[in-house]
Nanobody
Framework: QAQLVESGGGLVQAGGSLRLTCAAP????????TGWFRQAPGKEREFVAA????????YNEDIVKGRFTISKDNAKNTVTLQMNSLKPEDTAVYFCAAAQPGAPSALATSYDNWGQGTQVTVSS
């Protein structure tokens, strides 16, 4: 399995922005659907956004509400989650995950390759 490495997390004030990046070996994202999930302390892992190999995206609108954008750059072998207007409730560990080619899925069980996660903390 290709190793997925997340970066870009950190501490930000409410209303601020962060850009999370998921990096993988060359051509990984040309073939796989890629998703972002998050897990806050004491809570279950939840779907945030996903993008297919052809660029079709899917969002958890209950969370995103127009604030986040997922994108991919095949040349750079990255999938990015741009997060704007961050709220304290967005605080969580954010994970990148890859699934077999297909429509973007919100189900964690669809993904069989996970990164280690990156911490996002939003202060009020």
């Amino acid at each position: 399995q290709a190793q997925l490495v997340e970066s870009g997390g950190g501490l930000v004030q409410a209303g601020g922005s962060l850009r999370l990046t998921c990096a993988a070996p060359p051509r990984t994202f040309m073939w796989y659907t890629t998703g972002w999930f998050r897990q806050a302390p004491g809570k279950e892992r939840e779907f945030v956004a996903a993008i297919s190999r052809i660029g079709t995206s899917k969002y958890n609108e209950d969370i995103v509400k127009g604030r986040f954008t997922i994108s991919k750059d095949n040349a750079k072998n990255t999938v990015t989650l741009q997060m704007n207007s961050l709220k304290p409730e967005d605080t969580a560990v954010y994970f990148c995950a890859a699934a077999q080619p297909g429509a973007p899925s919100a189900l964690a069980t669809s993904y069989d390759n996970w990164g280690q996660g990156t911490q996002v903390t939003v202060s009020s």
